[in-house]
């Protein structure tokens, strides 16, 4: 099991004592965090940055994915290429600018090598990253991108299938007691699979249902 250095304890520490929710992001994404094994891709590769959110982190709607992709390392900011673009259009769904009324995240900050999701110690180190942004940003909804993006919110171990838990709101408390919509990822889309049609289905009466929800309309 990989242990925290004394240096990730000694920025832990420090990031608990911020306050200003926007100087904790930048402290956080300058912080060169060694938490998890992704910190050795993100040394190796130059350019290669702590990759934290994109969008309003003043927000009350969260979306949670995965984990950023290796160009969106580069970038500094998930979700800028490939399904970030579908994303976008789901979001606009639900309200005119994401930008503004999203905070668009995922429960680890670092790209990984052939963009590979992260493992349950991966999400685990970087949680304590996650957690603490959620209790100084207070999201009032979270909209999970997968299974991956659902098991970073959920309280407990999780045993059904994401065919299951996709297109509904979440039918069990989260950890932070803060309501959860799950659609597929939009990588999913660009797979090719011959359920892509249900899965569309499901994401759209997601959204509509959230939209209604949250917007009353």
Known sequence: ????????????????????????????????????????????????????????????LWVVGKSPGMNDGLEGVPYSFGSGDLLQKWLRFLCDNPEENTFMTNPVFCAAEDDANP??????????????????????????????????????????????????????????DIPAWVVYHPAFFFKGTNIADEAKMKNTKTLQAMKKSIYGI
């Not at 240096?7 to 832990?12: E, G, K, M, P, Q």
């Not at 349950?120 to 957690?131: G, I, K, L, P, V």
């Open 1 to 60: 099991m990989r242990q925290v250095r004394l240096f990730d304890i000694a920025i832990s520490q420090d990031l608990e004592k911020i306050e200003d929710p926007l100087k904790l992001l930048d402290s956080i994404a300058n912080s060169d965090c060694t938490r998890c094994r992704r910190a050795e891709f993100r040394h190796a590769n130059e350019g290669q940055k702590i990759t934290i959110y994109r969008g309003n982190p003043m927000a009350s």
């Open 119 to 176: 493992t349950q110690t991966e999400m685990r180190a970087c949680s304590f990253y996650f957690d603490m942004l959620v209790d100084k940003l207070k999201p009032k909804v979270f909209l999970c991108l997968g299974m991956v993006g659902y098991q970073a919110v959920a309280k407990g171990h999780i045993q059904e299938r994401l065919s299951d838990i996709a297109g509904m709101e979440s039918p069990y408390p989260t950890r932070f």
